[in-house]
């Protein structure tokens, strides 16, 4: 799959500033930043980071059924769209709907595979009953296909999600994604065979950026990352640990553009464990 991403900022005074390597495309202005975290703290709060669980469709789709069904043809007028919220209306169960936009979901067989498809798009608000609410700005494309001998899966995650209480780590904290991705699991195996993601995520007050990122076995005996992984620093530098994709667990890693460590190891394998339950199911 190929991934386009477009970034522009303006080029910075280099008379008074200088321009860093943010982990993402483009400069910003910044002074010269010291991290806070030292390596030991990024590498510990990088794999809490993606132990955490990445965001999952089908447990959106999940959400989106229970604040729907709190709903009636009155407000917001539709089993999966806010058909007459614009301005805001309040449904007879005391949920408040306000906004544009819905979701979808089909399932499908034919001869060869059977798949699935999540489409969530829209700006919205509604607030429910002790507290409940739901916030979802962007959209969210989801594509799932199962063969006899493999899944295979690829989406895009652009917007902001917000809840409170709703039970998901991810989504109560706060989910903020310029994302693409994509993979495939096979035969029965419980974790992914490969997978691609580019952009950036951000849960909480925690945030990372994928540049070409991939967990992949071509030509290796196992599965390994290549391309580059970065964290942000409280400090508001970047950790970004760049893998050669050598069949190794190590790369270089750098903060704000210097070299911390010519060889640094870390295995994500906690990614490849998170995205195969939230995808690939």
Known sequence: MLFFFLACTPDPNPDTVEDVDTGLDG??????LEAVWSVQEMSEELSAFLEAGFPGPRQMIGVFEDVFAEGDDFCPGGDNWLKSAKLGCASESGWWYS??????????????????TFVQFGDMEILGTEGRRLAVGGHWIHDLR????????FGELNGSWNSADFGLDWLDAGTSAWLEYTGIRFGDDDLLGFAGVRGGLAIGDQAVHFDDFQLTGEGCAGIFPAGTLSILDPSGGWYRLTYPGD???????T???????DAFCFAPDALRQTMSDALSR
């Open 146 to 153: 199962h063969f006899d001998d493999r899944s295979e899966w």
């Open 247 to 253: 069949c190794t667990v190590c790369g270089t890693l």
């Open 99 to 116: 906004g544009i936009g819905g979701y979808w979901y089909t399932a499908k067989t034919d001869d060869y595979s059977s798949f699935e």
């Open 255 to 261: 903060f704000s553009g210097e070299v911390v460590e």
């Open 27 to 32: 400069a910003v202005p910044t002074t010269n």
